[in-house]
């Protein structure tokens, strides 16, 4: 039987009104095909930086650009969201990208290929809208380069011209340089340390982007902090731009609000109505102030977690 009609069949028989668990005390056991969510490809951008490619072929067939996963990894772990970086829906995988800056993050990233993950749900959110606009500026700053991918080329396949802008610490955390590239009718690279490409902030490389050529509509993914100041750099301009927004959440269906966020002055769910909204009705500093409301509990937890765990990883040479 498909584990789908299974188990909406076992709910219903639970839920009918003469059946109680309590009163019957009766104690099930069962055993039933399994989805299983495993990793087939595993590559290091750097010692903290990971790509998966995991098996999910039903992810991987209805997954659309800015689309995102919820994760848990083992049975007490906790739910993460991260946005799919790419899909290949003929070998029905999905790629993500993943930054070890927690507990669950780490744990993600110890994963082998030949693991299983145990519980993935996507695709969720609202992808983005993707129309001939003109010129595209795109901006990712970290590992926010790897969900601006699918995004920078889905805009140069409806026959924008994309200009992008891809800005980290130094020359070791650029990630997928060669790929956005490819996608890219122009690419500037930013370090902060000038380590590769120019020295400088993303929204200097931005400056340069708007100083040369008019600029129809931005994107920017990132960091908070990084994608206010960004936002600040295309308001300046007038140019109309998304951000892509990387809030706490939990269920990922608008169920708990843990997401919420201010735009215009309205409450949304970054989960169901994003993750993208207008860049400048953002109010970014509510969302960084509810982003460190636990850091210093996920501190405490990851220190907890590396008293006990070998969190080393041999990069491949």
């Known amino acids: 039987m498909d584990i789908f009609k299974f188990y ?12 109680c668990w309590q009163k019957h005390k009766i104690k099930i056991s069962f055993e039933y095909p399994l989805i299983m969510f495993k990793i087939v ?3 290091f951008f750097s010692e903290n930086v990971v790509k998966l490619e995991i098996h999910a072929p039903r992810i991987a067939k209805a997954r659309r650009a800015g689309h995102f996963v919820i994760l848990k990894i083992g049975d007490k772990g906790e739910r993460f969201p991260l946005t799919i970086a790419g899909a290949d ?3 029905g995988t999905i790629t ?27 695709p969720l959110g609202q992808a983005t809208h993707i129309q001939h606009k003109g010129t595209i500026l795109a901006c990712g700053g970290g590992v926010g380069v790897a969900p601006l991918l699918p995004i920078v080329e889905a805009y140069k396949k409806a026959g924008n011209r994309v200009i992008t802008v891809i800005a980290a610490r130094s020359k070791d955390l650029i990630i997928l340089e060669d790929q956005i590239r490819s996608f890219s009718d122009e690419l500037i690279v930013m370090t902060d340390d000038g380590s590769h490409g120019q020295k400088g902030l993303v929204t200097e490389g931005m400056e340069a982007a708007i ?16 994608m206010k100041f960004a936002a600040l750099t295309t308001k300046k301009h007038n140019i109309p731009t998304m951000a892509s927004l990387n809030t706490i959440m939990v ?3 608008g169920m708990c609000g843990a997401c919420r966020i201010t735009v ?3 409450t949304k769910f970054v989960c169901v109505d994003g993750p993208e909204f207008d860049a400048h009705e953002v109010d970014f500093d509510e969302m960084l102030l509810r982003l460190n409301g636990y850091k210093e509990i996920e501190k405490a937890a990851e220190s907890n ?13």
Do not use: H, W
Request: hydrophobic share 35%; net charge negative; charged share 30%.
């Open 8 to 19: 909406d069949t076992f709910v219903r028989f639970i839920n009918t009104n003469d059946f």
């Open 41 to 43: 490809n595993k590559e």
């Open 89 to 91: 829906r003929e070998k």
């Open 96 to 122: 993500l990208v993943v930054q070890k800056v927690g507990v669950s993050s780490r744990k993600l990233s110890a994963l082998e290929v030949g693991d299983s993950i145990t519980d993935l749900v996507g």
């Open 211 to 226: 100083a040369k050529e008019k600029i129809d509509e931005a994107i920017i993914i990132g960091p908070a902090v990084m």
């Open 251 to 253: 269920d990922g269906t």
């Open 264 to 266: 215009a002055g309205k």
């Open 305 to 317: 977690y590396l008293k006990t765990n070998n969190d080393s990883c041999q990069i491949p040479s």
